[in-house]
C-alpha cells in the first residue's frame, strides 16, 4: 500500500511540474506587456521600464518561471499586477464566494436529482418518467446563463424578492449573503440537476436488472421496499463519482453565472486578470485549480485502493 | 420529484420574501454603477478610468479642478499668480485644509506630489503633464512657486488632471489599497470584485455636501447593467454599456437618461507611412467613403455627435469641419482613381474590444467596400491593440476613440502611431503651448483643427457620447464628462 501511495505521490508531482510549465508556457506566449496596459497610451518609456522592474517583468522568461513556482511552493503567488494586492489574499477572497456558491448549487441540484432519478427509474417507461426525461433533456439543452437571465427577469425585476446580483459579503449575515447566492446557484444547478437525475435513473435501471434484487423480491420485499434497501445504496457509486466532477466544475466553471450576476468569484477575477493582462493571477488561479483537480484525483485513487486490493497489484 | 422540486423552490423563494421586507433605505446615501472595477485607488499611477470615476474630486483633489461642464476652476489652490513671461507660476493654497488622516496639507505636500509625479523613476501614467516642471519651491506653508522651463498656456489645464492630484508623504506608501487625500469623502471599504464605498468627511474644508455616503458597484456585463437598473439595486448607471436598452428607460418615469459627451473622438486611426496611406489622396478618399451617421446609427443606436478633426464638440474651440469630410462615394471613387488605385486595394482594419470599435468596424468595412477597398477585419485584445498597433505602429487602419481631454497634440508627434510627419503640425503646436492669451489660444486650436482636417490624417468619426441612467430623483449628475469623475459633492436627491 505504501509503495503504491508513493508512485501515485510521484506522479502526482509529475503532473503538477508538468501543468506549471504548460500554463506559464501558454500564457506568457499570447502578446501584450501588462505595464503599457495599466499605463496606457499617454505612458513614456521610462515610466513603463520602471513599472516592469517593480514588477519583476525586466528578467528573463525562464528567471521568471522559476521565481514564480519557486514562490508558490513557500505559498507565495506573488503580487497582482494591477491590483497590487497579494494574490493569495485574492483568492482566499474570491473563494469564499465560489466556494459556498458551488456547494450550494451542488446541494440543490442533489436534492433535484435524487427524488426525480429515483421516481423515474421507479416508473420505467410511464409518463411520469417520461415527463421526467422530457424535462431533464431540456435541462440540459438550455444554456445556464439564459436560464439566470429569466430568472433576474421573473424574481429580481418584476417580483423584486431577490437582488439582480452582487455579493453584500458574509460579514452582512448568513441569511444575506445567502439570500444573494440563490439565484446564481439556481442557475448553476439546474442543469447539473438533470444530468445527475438522468445518471441516477440509469444507474439504478442496471441494478434493479441485477441477481440481488430478484433474490430481495423473491424473500417478500416489494418493489418499493426493494429499491430504496437495496437500489438505491447500490446505484450511488456511479452518481457519488458524477457529483465529485460536477463539483470541480461548479468551482471553475461559473465563469459566465458570476458574470451575469456580476459576483466577486474566481470565475469573473480569471475573467477581469485575462483581459487586463494580469498574468500572474490567471497563471496562480489556474494553477490552484489544476491542484485541487489533481490532489482530488490522487485521493480518490487512494480510497479505490482502500477499498479495492486488487488495484494495488496492478499499478 | 415534483413535489420535492417544489419544496426546494419554495423554500428559496421564502427566504427571498424575507429578506426583501427590510428593504426602504433613507435618501441620504447612492449607489453608482460603473463598467469597470479599479486595479487600485492612486490616480497617480495608472491609466485606467475607472480610478478617476472614483476618487476624482471625491478623495483626492489637485491644484485646480474640472467642472462639469469642462471649466478649470481653483481647487486646493485658491488662487494664483502668473509671472509676465508665463513660465512661473505662484499658488496660494487653502487655509485649513487637512487629510484625512488629520494631518495638515501644506505646500511641502504640493512640492512632493508634483516632484514625484516627475521624478525619474516615477510611474505617473500622464508624467508628460510634468515634462516641463523645473522647479517646485516652498515659500511658505501656504505659497508654493512653480517654475516652468518654456511658457506653457496648458498648465493650469494639466494640474487639474486626476494625475496631478495632491498626496500625502505620510500615506503614500498605502495609497492602492487606503487612499488618504483632502477631498469631501473618505474611503470606506472595498469588497474587492463587488464594491467600493466612500463616507462624507465631516472635517471637509469646503461646503458639506449632500450625500452622507456613497457605494461604488462594478457591472460590466450589459444584460447584467440593464437589470441591476430595472429592479433598481442601482439608483446611477455611470455610463451605461446597452445603448440599445436606452428607450426603455427613457419611457420609464422611475428613470432620467442622461445623454451627453465625453472627451473621447472616436476616429478611423490610419497610419500615414504606410502605402498607400501616404497618399493623401487615399486618405481623403477614405474619409469620403464614410458614412458617420450610419456608423453612429448602426454602432451607436444614435448616439454620439459627427465630428470633422480631432476636437471635443462641446469644447468653445470647436471647429465644426464634418463638411469637409461629407459622405460621398463617387468622390471617394475618383480620388482612389486618381490616386493610381481604380481597382481599390486590399487592407487591413485592426479592431479593439469595445463595441463601438467592433460593430463600428463592420459598418465601415462595407462602406469601404462600396468604393472598392476591401479591410479585412482584425479582432484584437487590448494588450495586444497596445502592443502590435500602437507601440508597434503594425497596422493600417484600426477603430479606437482618444478619451484623453485635449489631446490634439498628439498630431505633433512623429512617433505617434498615426506617423503623421508634419512641420505645420509641430511648429502650430509650439506656438500653441507658448501663448497663454485665452482668445489666441482659441484661435490656434481652431487652425489646429483645420490642418489635420485637411490633411486628412485620419478618418474622423463621432465623440464618443457619455449615456448615464439614474433614477428620477437624483440631481447634480455631470451630464458630459470631461474627465473621468463621478463628482459625489455636486450629487443630491430631491424631494
Known amino acids: 500500500m505504501l509503495r503504491y501511495a508513493l508512485k501515485r505521490l510521484i506522479s502526482l508531482l509529475i503532473s503538477l511540474a508538468v501543468a506549471s510549465v504548460v500554463i506559464f508556457a501558454v500564457i506568457e506566449v499570447a502578446p501584450g506587456d501588462p505595464a503599457s496596459f495599466m499605463l496606457g497610451v499617454n505612458a513614456q518609456e521610462d515610466t513603463l521600464a520602471a513599472l516592469r522592474a517593480e514588477l519583476g517583468l525586466d528578467v528573463s522568461k525562464a528567471q521568471r518561471y522559476f521565481n514564480w513556482v519557486g514562490g508558490m511552493l513557500v505559498g507565495d503567488f506573488g503580487t497582482s499586477y494591477t491590483y497590487r494586492t497579494p494574490v493569495s489574499q485574492m483568492i482566499a477572497d474570491r473563494l469564499w464566494v465560489s466556494l459556498p456558491l458551488a456547494l450550494y448549487a451542488l446541494t440543490l441540484s442533489t436534492l433535484i436529482a435524487f427524488p426525480a432519478g429515483i421516481y423515474a427509474a421507479a416508473r420505467r417507461g410511464k409518463p411520469g418518467d417520461l415527463t421526467v426525461m422530457g424535462a431533464t433533456q431540456l435541462g440540459i439543452a438550455v444554456p445556464n446563463f439564459w436560464f439566470a437571465m429569466m430568472l433576474v427577469l421573473i424574481f429580481a425585476i418584476n417580483l423584486r424578492w431577490f437582488n439582480a446580483g452582487g455579493f453584500a459579503g458574509w460579514d452582512q449575515g448568513l441569511w444575506t449573503g445567502l439570500h444573494s447566492l440563490t439565484l446564481p446557484a439556481i442557475a448553476l444547478a439546474l442543469p447539473q440537476a438533470a444530468i445527475l437525475a438522468r445518471v441516477m435513473r440509469s444507474s439504478l435501471l442496471d441494478i434493479l436488472g441485477e441477481d440481488f434484487m430478484r433474490t430481495a423480491r423473491a424473500k417478500g420485499l416489494s418493489r418499493r421496499q426493494a429499491l430504496w434497501r437495496h437500489g438505491v445504496r447500490n446505484a450511488l457509486i456511479p452518481v457519488l463519482t458524477i457529483i465529485g466532477l460536477q463539483f470541480s466544475f461548479l468551482l471553475a466553471g461559473s465563469i459566465i453565472i458570476e458574470q451575469v450576476f456580476y459576483l466577486p468569484g474566481l470565475g469573473r477575477l480569471v475573467f477581469q486578470a485575462i483581459s487586463a493582462r494580469d498574468l500572474i493571477v490567471v497563471e496562480s488561479v489556474v494553477m490552484l485549480l489544476v491542484f485541487a483537480v489533481i490532489t482530488v484525483n490522487f485521493l480518490v485513487d487512494l480510497a479505490y485502493a482502500a477499498v479495492d486490493p486488487r488495484l494495488r497489484s496492478r499499478t | ?495
Open chain 2, 1 to 495: 420529484m415534483t413535489n420535492q422540486m417544489l419544496k426546494s423552490f419554495a423554500s428559496a423563494l421564502a427566504l427571498g420574501a424575507s429578506v426583501f421586507a427590510t428593504g426602504a433605505l433613507a435618501k441620504s446615501d447612492i449607489t453608482i454603477a460603473m463598467q469597470l472595477e479599479p486595479p487600485h485607488l492612486d490616480p497617480t499611477s495608472a491609466a485606467a478610468q475607472a480610478i478617476d470615476s472614483v476618487v476624482y474630486t471625491n478623495i483626492f483633489e489637485g491644484l485646480t479642478r474640472f467642472m462639469g461642464d469642462g471649466s478649470v476652476v481653483p481647487g486646493l489652490a485658491e488662487s494664483w499668480e502668473i509671472s509676465e513671461d508665463g513660465t512661473v507660476y505662484t499658488f496660494k493654497l487653502h487655509d485649513g485644509v487637512t487629510f484625512h488622516d488629520g494631518t495638515t496639507m501644506d505646500a511641502e505636500d504640493v512640492k512632493f506630489s508634483l516632484d514625484r509625479a516627475s521624478a525619474e523613476d516615477s510611474a505617473n501614467a500622464q508624467k508628460a503633464l510634468f515634462a516641463g516642471i523645473e522647479s517646485v519651491e516652498v515659500v511658505d506653508p501656504l505659497t508654493v512657486k512653480v517654475t516652468l522651463s518654456e511658457p506653457d498656456g496648458n498648465f493650469l489645464f494639466n494640474m487639474a488632471w486626476g494625475d496631478a492630484v495632491i498626496v500625502s508623504p505620510d500615506s503614500i506608501d498605502n495609497i492602492t489599497t487606503n487612499p488618504v487625500g483632502t477631498g469631501a469623502y473618505t474611503f470606506g471599504n472595498w469588497v474587492q470584485g463587488d464594491s467600493i464605498t466612500l463616507i462624507r468627511n465631516p472635517d471637509y474644508w469646503g461646503a458639506q455636501p449632500a450625500l452622507e455616503a456613497a457605494t461604488f458597484k462594478f457591472i460590466s456585463d450589459p444584460t447584467a447593467a440593464f437589470a441591476a437598473m430595472m429592479a433598481e439595486d442601482v439608483d446611477v448607471f455611470d455610463n451605461f454599456p446597452a445603448p440599445e436598452n436606452l428607450p426603455q428607460f427613457e419611457a420609464d418615469p422611475r428613470f432620467q437618461v442622461l445623454v451627453g459627451s465625453t472627451e473621447g473622438e472616436t476616429i478611423l486611426s490610419t497610419n500615414n507611412k504606410k502605402p498607400p496611406f501616404d497618399d493623401i489622396r487615399v486618405r481623403q478618399a477614405l474619409a469620403h467613403a464614410i458614412d458617420r451617421q450610419a456608423i453612429i446609427d448602426g454602432a451607436m443606436f444614435g448616439y454620439g455627435t459627427p465630428i470633422g478633426t480631432h476636437f471635443a464638440p462641446h469644447n468653445p474651440a470647436y471647429v465644426d469641419l464634418t463638411g469637409n469630410s461629407a459622405y460621398d462615394p463617387e468622390k471617394a471613387a475618383k480620388l482612389l482613381a486618381d490616386a493610381g488605385y481604380e481597382e481599390g486595394f486590399k487592407t487591413t482594419l485592426h479592431l479593439p474590444p469595445p463595441s463601438y470599435a467592433r460593430r463600428g468596424g463592420e459598418i465601415i468595412a462595407a462602406q469601404l467596400a462600396e468604393v472598392g477597398i476591401t479591410a479585412e477585419i482584425i479582432n484584437v485584445e487590448w494588450a495586444q491593440w497596445l502592443e502590435s498597433v500602437f507601440k508597434g505602429k503594425d497596422y493600417d487602419l484600426t477603430v479606437i476613440s482618444h478619451t484623453e481631454p485635449m489631446d490634439i497634440g498628439i498630431y505633433a508627434r512623429p512617433d505617434y502611431y498615426f506617423q503623421y510627419d508634419s512641420l505645420d503640425a509641430q511648429t502650430l503646436m509650439e506656438t500653441l503651448n507658448a501663448t497663454t492669451d485665452p482668445e489666441e489660444r482659441k484661435k490656434l486650436l481652431g487652425d489646429m483643427q483645420r490642418l489635420i482636417s485637411t490633411d486628412y490624417v485620419n478618418g474622423y468619426l463621432f465623440q464618443l457620447p457619455k449615456l448615464g441612467i439614474a433614477k428620477a430623483g437624483v440631481q447634480g449628475l455631470w451630464m458630459n464628462a470631461p474627465t473621468a469623475a463621478i463628482d459625489l459633492t455636486q450629487i443630491s436627491w430631491s424631494e
